[in-house]
């Protein structure tokens, strides 16, 4: 969505879907306020790729100049043309009945524009943070809120392409590793929290806070302050967010 519209919807429906004349299809949608939802309905052409329940998805889009680029588990699927201009990525809402696994969001606009990616209530992240987690962006915060509920989680906080600020939780050693690469891509200043300051707790929810201030990043939990890691880089804001659970 962006600035009070949303650009861009798809709703994706499965082998699961009890009526016959929706199951598998696909549509798209937009909305610019007071205008009327254009509805465009496509379907994964390769009966192996469509949409099935139980196997695993991947969704890929594209802005481009006049319209939106759409893969589903490789399968190019028709353009969808943009009805309005688009200024920049303001929020990502994602919902319904399936686990999600990997999230990548990446955008040209957004240091302008906060970004923010919910999951909804009936999603998970498998084996990594629980029901109700939140992601929010903005241009030098990153806040979550979750419930974590397996082994590990992870968050890598991009800018053209490299990564500077990467931090692995660690459930079963009770650590959580701050790092980033370098210019060639090598990790570099690995800095481990131990299990005597580990801020995390299985099944319990927190709220964390990634800051970047002045020459460093400022990591909260629970409003406490655990750790501080030098920024690698001058910070000149986010172009891309990773959350792996």
């Known amino acids: 969505a962006s600035n009070g519209t949303v650009p861009y ?27 009327a939802a254009e509805i465009e309905e496509t379907e994964v052409e390769d009966e192996e790729e469509q949409p099935t329940a139980g196997k695993k998805l991947k969704l890929q889009i594209k802005v481009k100049s006049s319209k939106f680029k ?36 990446g955008s040209d606009e957004i240091d302008d524009e906060p970004l923010c990616l919910q ?11 629980g029901r109700g987690n939140k992601l929010e962006i903005d241009e030098a915060k990153l806040k979550v809120k979750g419930i974590p509920s397996g082994k590990q ?11 500077i600020y990467h931090l692995k939780v660690n459930f079963e050693t009770k650590t959580a590793t701050q790092r980033n690469r370098d210019e060639d891509g090598a990790w570099v200043n690995g800095d ?5 300051d580990f801020p995390f707790e299985l099944g319990k929810k927190f ?12 990591l909260k939990v629970n409003k406490e302050l655990v750790a501080e890691y030098p920024l690698a880089i001058p910070f000149e804001g986010v172009s891309n967010i990773r959350l792996v659970g």
Not at 9 to 15: A, C
Not at 207 to 218: H, I, P, W, Y
Request: positive net charge; glycine residues 12%.
């Open 119 to 129: 999951l909804k209530e009936k999603q998970r992240i498998p084996q990594g943070l």
């Open 192 to 196: 481990t929290i131990g299990e005597d």
């Open 207 to 218: 709220k964390m806070k990634v800051k970047a201030e002045g020459d460093k990043f400022e």
């Open 70 to 105: 759409t893969k589903l588990n490789g399968e190019k699927l028709e353009k969808y043309p943009r009805a309005f201009d688009f200024d920049g990525l303001a929020r990502v809402i994602i919902k319904g009945g399936f686990e999600v696994t990997d999230v990548k969001i």
């Open 153 to 163: 989680f992870v968050i890598a906080w991009m800018h053209k392409g490299r990564c």
């Open 9 to 35: 919807g798809i709703v994706i429906r499965t082998d699961k879907d009890s009526d016959e004349k929706t199951k598998g299809k696909i549509w798209y949608t937009n909305y610019g306020g007071e205008e």
